[in-house]
């Protein structure tokens, strides 16, 4: 009985992992569908790992596909919320880099596009301290548009 009462708790964990994607990295890439309002939505949790305590969340997104509408994203913490745009969609360069202030704990991001069309993005995301140096850093995907 032990045994299958352990058996479908585990079954359960890592089926409510395939739910949410997680990465340690600090990049990730993802895809928007063709529908304009396709949106992924991201959550952050960053914390003092020994560099000390998060200042903010730095944040940056590339739209890889060409041909398709603008990719933007959104950080948000503490009802505020900042916004960067991929300018050129297809080349090597980033959009402008945002830093969303905050401490440790939790992050929101959203990804979205200006009209209708496939996206491949990939974000850049790090939480820092006041210094600029890495801390702890997790990133799950919760919607996958």
Known sequence: MKKTTLLLAAV?????LGQAKMANAHD??????????????????????????????????????????????????????????????GNATYSP????????????LTVDKTGAGVANYSLQYHCQTSDQQHNGTDIFQLINQ
């Open 12 to 16: 359960a964990a890592f089926t409510a």
């Open 97 to 108: 880099g945002i830093y969303q202030p905050g401490t440790d704990g939790f992050f929101y």
């Open 28 to 89: 990730i890439t993802g895809s928007l569908g063709s529908a304009a309002t396709a949106v992924d939505y991201y959550q952050v949790h960053c914390y003092d790992d020994g560099s000390g305590p998060t200042a903010h969340l730095y944040v940056a997104v590339i739209n890889k596909s060409t041909n398709t509408p603008k990719v933007s994203v959104q950080a948000i913490r503490d009802n505020t919320a900042t916004n960067t745009t991929d300018a050129v969609n």
